[in-house]
């Protein structure tokens, strides 16, 4: 499968403690985004990257939260101090960078479903 | 002030039945819109891009329009089968906010056999 791929798929943790999410992109594509979405609701945007550069921040992503790209492949989402507000799917998506037909079109991972008790 | 509305939020249909699915949005100045498909406890699975020079895009049963002057899109599915039973989401991009999508709430599809 050369789809997006997300790890964990399902994390569970009490309130306080860090967490770190894991998202690997379609290989080759150089747009990363990161999503947020709550039950019945739809997603969130959170944070953009190209390539390895962080290029766009929603102001939901507080400072409890940070994203990196060290390599411009697999990114990562980290929440500090975990708060219940924090409970939701955490959706990555890819993109890559085309002209013409399908271009920029965004392909989601299966998201990861956090928990905090 | 909700950029992107999808009414209504839930709909029920029996097999069969063509659906119509509706998608508003504010700012004309859209880049492209994307229709997804979003299963319980799933990520999102692509369905149609529409770029905002076009009008419509079709794929198998599905077409999907775009009036940029009314600010609306539509999705139609014909011939409804009960496996179309999910929630639908659209997706917008605006040239000036970058490349993040802003979405509807979606509308929950319900297709009974």
Redesign the interface.
């Known amino acids: 499968d050369t789809g997006?791929s997300?790890d964990p798929r399902h994390k569970i943790t009490k309130r306080g403690q860090n967490v770190t999410f894991r998202c690997d992109p379609i290989s080759e594509h150089n747009?990363l985004?990161w999503?947020r979405q709550t039950l019945?609701?739809?997603?969130?945007?959170l944070t953009?990257f190209?390539n390895e550069a962080q290029?766009?921040k929603?102001r939901l992503l507080s400072d409890r939260f940070s994203a990196e790209r060290p390599k411009g492949s697999f990114s990562t989402l980290e929440i500090q101090r975990t708060e219940q507000g924090d409970s939701a799917m955490y959706?990555c998506?890819s993109?890559p960078t085309l002209w013409g037909?399908?271009?920029?079109?965004?392909?989601?991972?299966?998201?990861t479903?956090l928990t905090v008790l | 002030k909700q950029e992107v509305t999808q009414i209504p939020a839930a709909l029920s249909v029996p097999e069969g039945e063509n659906l119509v699915l509706n998608c508003s949005f504010t700012d004309s100045a859209i880049y492209n819109l994307q229709w997804f498909r979003q299963d319980p406890g799933k990520g999102l699975t692509s369905l149609l891009l529409i770029q905002s020079s076009q009008r419509e895009q079709t794929s198998g049963r599905l077409n999907a329009s775009l009036d940029k002057s009314s600010g609306r899109s539509t999705l139609y599915i014909a011939a409804s089968q009960p496996g179309d039973s999910a929630t639908y989401l659209c997706a917008r991009r605006v040239k000036a906010a970058g490349n993040k999508l802003t979405f509807g709430g979606g509308t929950r599809v319900l297709v009974k056999p």
């Open positions: 997006v997300q747009r985004y999503y019945g609701q739809g997603p969130e945007f953009y190209q290029l766009e929603s959706l998506a993109s037909k399908g271009a920029n079109e965004q392909f989601f991972g299966p998201g479903r």
